[in-house]
C-alpha cells in the first residue's frame, strides 16, 4: 500500500477503546472544517464535516469538536474497530473559497 | 454508481518523459482538483478548475499542466521540467460553494525512474 502513513503522528488504541485526533488549524478565518479518512492505498474518504458556527456535531460512531479560541479542531471515534486503522487529515477553508488546505494526517492503529 | 475514477494505479516512466494522468467524474460537479501526496506529508494542491475551460494554479503548479474541456474530465500532465514526480496523486471533484466536501478518487502512484 502507499506509505501516506510514514513519518507521521502515531496514535495506537485498543480496539474497543476511545480514539481522540487532535488537530491544530492555521486561519482564524476558515470557517469551514472537516475530517477525511485514508486507508492505505486508497483516496480519502470524508468522514464529518462542521462550520464555524457549531462547536460540536456529531455523527456515527463520530464526534467532531471545535475550539475556535485556540484553533483546534478534534475528532472522537466511540469503541474503536480494526477497520478504523488509517491515517485521518484535519481540512479547513482558509481561503474564503472552495479551496481546502490539509493538515499533514495522524496515523491510527489499532491493536485488536 | 456515481464516482471518481483515476487511472492507471500504477504509473512507471524514464527521467524526461512527459506523463498524463486520468481523472473521470460522473458526479455532475463542477469543481474538480489535483492533489500531490508524499509521505509524511498533507496534501499539497497542484491545480483547481471551478468551470469548464477554466483552470487555476495551486501552490505546487510548477512542472504541471492541465486542462478541462469537457465537464467529467481533468487530465494532469506531468512534465520533464518537475523536478521530482515520483508522489502519489489525487484527483478530487465538488459542487462549488464554501460548505461542500470534496470527493477523492483512489489516485494514481507515479514511479519515475
Known amino acids: 500500500g502507499e506509505s501516506v502513513g510514514l513519518h507521521l503522528p502515531t496514535l495506537s488504541v485498543q480496539e474497543g477503546d476511545n480514539s481522540i485526533i487532535n488537530c491544530a488549524y492555521s486561519n482564524s478565518a476558515s470557517d469551514y472544517f472537516i475530517w477525511y479518512k485514508q486507508e492505505s492505498g486508497k483516496g480519502p474518504q470524508f468522514i464529518i464535516d462542521i462550520r464555524s458556527n457549531m462547536d460540536k456535531r456529531q455523527g456515527q460512531r463520530v464526534t467532531v469538536l471545535l475550539n475556535k479560541t485556540v484553533k483546534h479542531l478534534s475528532l472522537q471515534i466511540a469503541a474503536t474497530q480494526p477497520g478504523d486503522s488509517a491515517v485521518y487529515f484535519c481540512?479547513?477553508?482558509?481561503?474564503?473559497?472552495?479551496?481546502?488546505?490539509f493538515g499533514k494526517g495522524n496515523q491510527v492503529v489499532v491493536i485488536p | 454508481d456515481g464516482g471518481i475514477t483515476q487511472s492507471p494505479k500504477y504509473l512507471f516512466r524514464k527521467e524526461g518523459q512527459n506523463v498524463t494522468l486520468s481523472c473521470e467524474q460522473n458526479?455532475?460537479?463542477?469543481?474538480m482538483y489535483w492533489y500531490r501526496q508524499d509521505p509524511g506529508q498533507g496534501l499539497r494542491l497542484i491545480y483547481y478548475s471551478q468551470i469548464v475551460n477554466d483552470f487555476q494554479k495551486g501552490d505546487i503548479a510548477e512542472g504541471y499542466s492541465v486542462s478541462r474541456e469537457k465537464k467529467e474530465s481533468f487530465p494532469l500532465t506531468v512534465t520533464s521540467a518537475q523536478k521530482n514526480p515520483t508522489a502519489f496523486y489525487l484527483c478530487?471533484?465538488?459542487?462549488?460553494?464554501?460548505?461542500?466536501?470534496?470527493?477523492f478518487g483512489p489516485g494514481t502512484r507515479l514511479t519515475v525512474l
Open positions: 478530487a471533484s465538488n459542487i462549488p460553494g464554501p460548505y461542500n466536501e470534496q470527493f
Open positions: 458526479l455532475n460537479h463542477d469543481a
Open positions: 481540512a479547513e477553508t482558509p481561503y474564503g473559497n472552495n479551496r481546502l488546505a
